[in-house]
């Protein structure tokens, strides 16, 4: 996955729109944190990036969007949607929603 960051609302995630395509233009405007591997850890999600890491716990985020190549967390607190983009659809998306689900469920 390829790792943006989004402060300037730039893409309208609202619109349910099922895919984004990372070779428009106006993604360039997006922050790139980089290219690497995210995994779903028990309480978040896990990101590396070469010798970068980044955790986003679910207890912070207030919102998940997902389409068929992109997941994209709200998290409390921060003006910028953490947007993942994949080369195309993936299961894992599915996996990502029903971590958080599973979080919330069992009381977190």
Avoid: C, M, W
């Avoid at 980044?54 to 190549?69: H, M, S």
């Amino acid at each position: 996955a390829v790792l943006f960051e989004d402060a300037s609302g730039l893409i309208n995630y609202e619109d349910g729109s099922p895919i984004i395509d990372s070779s428009l233009d106006g993604y360039r405007k997006l922050k790139r944190v980089g290219a690497g591997r995210v995994e779903l850890a028990s309480e978040g999600i896990n990101f590396h990036a070469g010798k970068s890491f980044f955790r986003y716990d679910f207890r912070k985020v207030e919102t998940l969007k997902i389409g068929r190549n992109y997941f994209v967390l709200f998290i409390q607190g921060s003006p910028a949607a953490r947007l993942f983009l994949f080369d195309a659809e993936t299961p894992f998306l599915h996996q990502v929603r029903k971590g958080l689900e599973i979080y919330l469920k069992d009381g977190g």
